[in-house]
């Protein structure tokens, strides 16, 4: 069962990173064309990436990761970057959420979603680095 979930992490946050990839993107292009701000699809996009942080903070408590048998970058530096990515996005987020000027908000959400990518790739090249 625990090394189902792992694999499940495992690829789905290959998938959450194109989602959150793509859809800083769309923001980008609604900051370009003016359009009113809906947070929606941004929500939606960090709710994935919400799921895929607790997914892997389950996997880190039952599956015993904070020893230092799985080595440093697993025990400390991959939760602490997908903690990171999902604090930093969300904050631009809310933030995008208060601004008044639409192209303002599109861009602050984007750059959160941005941020929030080059994080979870971090992350992800962490947990690739080899241990031994």
């Avoid at 939606?44 to 990436?49: P, R, T």
């Amino acid at each position: 069962m625990l090394q189902n979930l792992l694999v499940i992490h495992q690829w789905t946050g290959y998938l959450v990173s194109v989602v959150v990839l793509v859809v800083a993107f769309v923001a980008f292009g609604r900051a370009k064309d003016a359009r009113e701000f809906e947070p929606g699809l941004y929500r939606a996009a960090f709710a994935l990436l919400t799921l895929q942080v607790v997914l892997g903070l389950v996997l880190y408590g039952v599956g015993g990761y904070w020893e230092e048998v799985h080595g440093p970058l697993i025990t400390y530096v991959h939760p602490l970057l997908a903690l990171l990515a999902l604090g930093v996005g969300q904050m631009l987020l809310g933030r995008a959420r208060r601004t008044q000027m639409a192209v303002d908000a599109h861009r602050l959400a984007g750059r959160g979603l941005l941020t929030s990518f080059i994080l979870v790739l971090a992350a992800i090249g962490v947990a690739s680095w080899p241990t031994g």
